[in-house]
Every structure is written in C-alpha cells, then in structure tokens.
C-alpha cells in the first residue's frame, strides 16, 4: 500500500513553524522533536517542551537538546526537493549578507561518509549521536598481557548507538592483536548477532531488563561476547 506524505505530517512537520524538520532537534526528556532554530528561540523564554509541557531543565534547558540526525535523514528522504530547497536558501542567506566559506569542503550541500547531508563532512559523522557504553570480553578466558601476567580479555569501550556488529568485529583485533588471524563471532546473552545488527538494537531487544548480573557495572554497560576459532586452511588440490 503506497503511503501518502500527508500520512507522515504529524511526525515530521514542526509544531513551532509548521514546516518540515530542518536540523531536527529531540528534548532528550521527552523525545519530542522540532527545527533546531525554532525549539532554540522557543526556550529563550521558556523551559518547557512546547508539545507536552514537561520541564526541560531548571536552569540551563539547552543541556537537553540533541540534534537527531536519523530524523532528519528521514525527512530530507521523504519530502521532495526539501534539501535542495533548504540548501539554496542558506546560500542566498550567506550570499546576502556577503559570508562565505573558506572551505569548499565545508558546504551544506557535501557528503559526508555515509552520504548524510545533515552535517559538513568536515566534522565527525558521529559526533552528535547517542553513545552507549560497551564490556567486551572473550568468552574464552584468558590471555598473556605485555607484562607476561595473565588477564581476561575484556575492555570497555564507548562509541555510537549506530556502530554495527561488523565494525565491533573489525576493533577487536585492534584491541587484543592475537585475534587477527581469527574467525570472530559476536555474542549477546548467549545468542551470535549478524553483522547488520546496531548497538541500539541490541541494547533494546537484546539486553535491556532481560538480563540478570551480580556486576554492578553490567547495568551501565552493554556486555558484548566474542569468540575466536582458527581459520581453516584450504587444503584442497
């Protein structure tokens, strides 16, 4: 069944102006989402979420702001021409006031990485996502340190919400070297992930309130398993 945009209004136009997203904001206390530029003038006089009243911050409401760059991919993907448009009117913004960028590179219009128009490739691609804390450890036991004691393989690591499984199998032989001539798999509460899987999505369906530890520090941290095996040498003629 096609879906009309009109269908899609009410999650991704602005209550402030009532225009679709631009630099989609979310109140982390709330999750409601606006323009950047509409919730930032909006709470200059006030501290509460425009939609559902809640108080942002006692003080300082801004601390509880964080640009959603996921929503606003979707929005940019949904709505005809919207980026284009939005990019033609900040250079003629910038054009009117005689501002310029010193750096091609800089322009609203250039990719980043993953093909986001959200932010200048210039910066960090993850620089404004959520992060999630993450315990590695091998559920093979233990391993000879630089010092020549043995210890458990495990590290703590922190990184973006969107990190992929793939990537978490990519660190891994950076993190402990031996593991570089392995066949890795990446376990959580028993169950192997495929490489496509995200953090987010294993700390929600995978490990938040399923799992039970006596480690104080599990219940802040995502507890990843990995396990190495030999890669077979092929043998055939």
């Given amino acids: 069944r096609r879906i009309c945009i009109r269908d899609l209004n009410p999650h991704i136009v ?31 006089t006030s ?36 980026m284009e448009n939005e990019e033609q009117r900040r250079k003629d913004f910038e054009k009117v006031r005689g ?5 091609k590179n800089d322009s609203f219009s250039s990719k980043d ?42 590290k703590f690591v922190r990184c973006s919400v969107r990190t992929l499984i793939l990537h978490v199998k990519k660190l891994l032989p950076r993190v402990w070297p031996i593991l570089r001539d392995k066949e890795l798999e990446v376990l959580c509460d028993g169950e192997v992930l ?15 309130g399923k799992v039970e530890t006596n480690y104080k520090y599990l219940n ?10 030999e890669i077979p040498n092929d043998t055939s003629i």
Avoid at 28 to 42: A, G, P, R
Avoid at 67 to 73: A, P
């Fill in 14 to 44: 602005c209550i402030l102006c009532a225009g679709y997203f631009i630099d989609a904001t979310t109140i982390t206390e709330c999750l409601h989402t606006f323009c950047k530029s509409c919730i930032v003038k909006y709470l200059q």
């Fill in 47 to 82: 501290k509460h979420c425009p939609m559902c009243n809640i108080k942002i911050h006692e003080t300082q409401p801004f601390i509880n702001l964080k640009l959603d760059r996921v929503m606003q991919d979707i929005v940019y993907k949904i709505v005809p021409n919207l």
């Fill in 99 to 103: 501002l310029s960028h010193p750096n």
């Fill in 113 to 154: 990485d993953n093909g986001s128009h959200f932010d200048a490739p210039g910066r960090h691609t993850y620089k404004y996502d959520e992060l999630i804390n993450i315990c590695l450890e091998s559920q093979q036991g233990l391993t000879m340190s630089k010092c020549g004691q043995i210890e458990v393989m495990r």
């Fill in 194 to 208: 495929p490489d496509h899987y995200c953090l987010k999505y294993v700390w929600l369906a995978r490990w938040t």
């Fill in 220 to 229: 802040i941290f995502l507890l990843i398993h990995f396990i190495f095996t």
